[in-house]
């Protein structure tokens, strides 16, 4: 889990992801929509990805637990809860507030 903290708290959005997973895709795609470049962390080709991935299962209390998201170093969650704050108009100002977005 310290691993887990440790990267999510390295950049300003913070994507923990599966190569084949098209929920993380759709996550992956938004941020870069929106002019976000998030920190992409893909389980599947780290050495280290089953031990992250127990870990985040943990924190999100759900397994599969990707995509997870991070944004200014604090879970933020899955695609439900990402795409929750954006239609209801918070995502943008919780990116500004994390420095992911400047405009």
Partial sequence: MDR?????????VVVFSLSSCCMCHTVKRLFCELGVNPA????????RGKDMERALS???G???????VFIGGNLVGPTDEVMALHLGGK??????NAGALWL
């Fill in 40 to 47: 992409v962390h893909e389980l599947d080709e780290d050495p």
């Fill in 4 to 12: 887990v903290r440790r990267l999510a708290s390295q950049r300003a």
């Fill in 62 to 68: 759900r397994s599969p637990p990707v995509p997870a």
């Fill in 58 to 60: 943990k924190m999100l």
């Fill in 91 to 96: 995502l943008v100002p919780l990116l500004r």
